[in-house]
């Protein structure tokens, strides 16, 4: 079954420490996405991609970083510059167009101790 | 500017009807999705409208107007499982879906 995959689900970083999250799609698609998403509140994007080898800053890309080297894959790395890491990341893919809407992973909570 | 605004908190009970209103102002416009997310779990597609007016599925159903940037979603015999926040997002330009924070619906019994 085509779907996307996001790992771990739960993730613990001690402060000063990059950690990378991981996302992989079986779908075909042309185009993810990274997004935060705080206690209570709507998701903020961190950086997208609509094409191996290129990707964007979103709104909020300051201590995140990224890259898409398959078509299939697209990992996040939270660096130490990221002041407030402690949040829900939500990966998501789409046809590059977007008119049928995203595809999202279970999400990785992501902790720091 | 970009912004989406629907209402932070709504309660309804069980068996009733509830609606939830969005509106938007973004700089260009080619439908608006919404989402269902429960606590802790990704969201997940309910429904996009790219023309005006009302579209019907199931218990749920979202209208449009895009002369006054304006969504609903409808939600009709409600059901506890239906507590959860919604998302109300505009696909503004390619590849790019921009989203509302969402609205909390509890469902009392």
């Known amino acids: 079954d085509g779907g996307i995959t996001q790992s771990p689900k739960y993730l613990f970083r001690k402060e000063g420490q990059n950690v990378t999250l991981s996302c992989e799609q079986n779908?075909?698609?042309?185009?993810m996405y990274w997004y935060r998403q705080d206690p209570g509140q709507g998701l903020r994007l961190i950086y997208y991609?609509?094409?191996?080898?290129?990707?964007q800053k979103g709104d909020i890309a300051e201590g995140y970083s990224v890259s898409r080297e398959k078509k299939e894959s697209f990992p996040l790395t939270v660096t130490s510059a990221q002041k407030n890491p402690t949040a829900f990341y939500l990966c998501?893919?789409?046809?590059?167009?977007?008119?049928?809407?995203?595809?999202f992973g279970s999400g990785t909570r992501l902790t720091v101790v | 500017g970009q912004n989406i605004d629907q209402p932070t908190e709504m309660t309804a009970t069980e068996g009733a009807i509830v609606q939830i209103n969005c509106t938007y102002q973004?700089?260009?416009?080619?439908?608006l999705f919404w989402y269902q997310q429960h606590a802790g779990e990704a969201p997940t597609f309910l429904s996009y409208?790219?023309?005006?007016g009302l579209e019907e599925k199931g218990r749920f159903s979202s209208f449009l107007s895009r002369s006054k940037g304006y969504s609903y979603l409808l939600l009709k015999e409600l059901q506890m499982k239906d507590s959860a926040s919604y998302l109300c997002?505009?696909?503004?330009?390619?590849?790019?879906?921009?989203f509302g924070s969402g609205t909390r619906l509890s469902i009392r019994p």
């Open positions: 973004t700089s260009g416009f080619n439908g």
């Open positions: 409208n790219v023309l005006d």
């Open positions: 998501a893919s789409s046809t590059r167009q977007g008119n049928y809407g995203y595809t």
């Open positions: 779908l075909n698609h042309d185009a």
């Open positions: 991609s609509q094409i191996v080898n290129d990707f």
């Open positions: 997002a505009v696909y503004s330009s390619a590849s790019k879906i921009i």
